[in-house]
């Protein structure tokens, strides 16, 4: 899955499942935190993130884990974990 469309679709899942209207897709810079500075995301919007990821991608994230706050780390980190597939069940 090349990632490039798919840090386009991780943005647009970003603004459509945490009601950001006042975004658009190239506001949100694919390199810039998505949590604190960058998009100022919170704990809550990281539990919503999470599920739509998980409803469209089928991702599995742990909420406590380091790796997963790696994940989250930036939309470029999203798209490449989302572009690796899930992991086997």
Known sequence: MCVQPLEQEIKELIISSLSLEDLRPEDIDAAAPLFVEGLG?????????????????????????????????????????????PPPA
């Open 41 to 85: 995301l919170d704990s809550i919007d990281a539990l919503e993130l999470g599920m739509a990821l998980q409803k469209r991608y089928g991702v599995r994230l742990s909420p406590d884990s380091q790796e997963t706050r790696r994940h989250f780390a930036s939309v470029q980190a999203l798209a490449a974990f989302v572009a690796s597939g």
